[in-house]
């Protein structure tokens, strides 16, 4: 089965649902789409040392390389509660380019607001990045 925007964007909506956010109150969802159709999902999870919070990406990526995955990042959506598209923090763009420079993937990223998806892609979200291809 292909899995489609809205599809990610659904998962992503699903996983911010989930959130553990009860100091800012803002419940982001992360899902990423790999190359065999698998999707992995994440969302923040805040801490009383408020300084602890994990991204929704940053926490996708973890799921799943602590699964194995090493690649084959080819699509990620992002949705936030705000009236804008929420794209990732400077820490997530480092952490989802490090998933895709080791697959060799420049996934798109869907950015998502209540009425707009932005498209980019990663590369445009972090140019120039400092990844696994630099310590070569
Ligand atoms: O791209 C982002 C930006 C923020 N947050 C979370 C961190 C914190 O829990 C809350 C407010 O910044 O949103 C994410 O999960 N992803
Ligand atoms: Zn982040």
Request: one cysteine or more.
């Amino acid at each position: 089965m292909t899995i489609t925007d809205d599809d990610l964007i659904a998962a992503a909506r699903a996983a911010a649902d989930r959130s553990y956010s009860p100091y800012s109150n803002f419940a982001v969802g992360a899902a990423l789409l790999f190359a065999d159709g698998s999707v992995v999902t994440g969302t923040n999870v805040e801490n009383a040392s408020y300084g602890l919070a994990l991204c929704a990406e940053t926490v996708a990526v973890a799921k799943a390389m602590a699964d194995g995955v090493r690649g084959g990042l080819v699509r990620v959506a992002v949705t936030g509660p705000g009236v804008d598209v929420i794209t990732p923090c400077g820490r997530c763009r480092q952490v989802l380019n490090e998933l895709a420079q080791l697959g060799g993937t420049d996934p798109e990223v869907l950015c998502v607001g209540p009425d707009e998806v932005r498209r980019t892609t990663m590369s445009a979200l972090l140019p120039d990045a400092f990844g696994p291809a630099s310590l070569a």
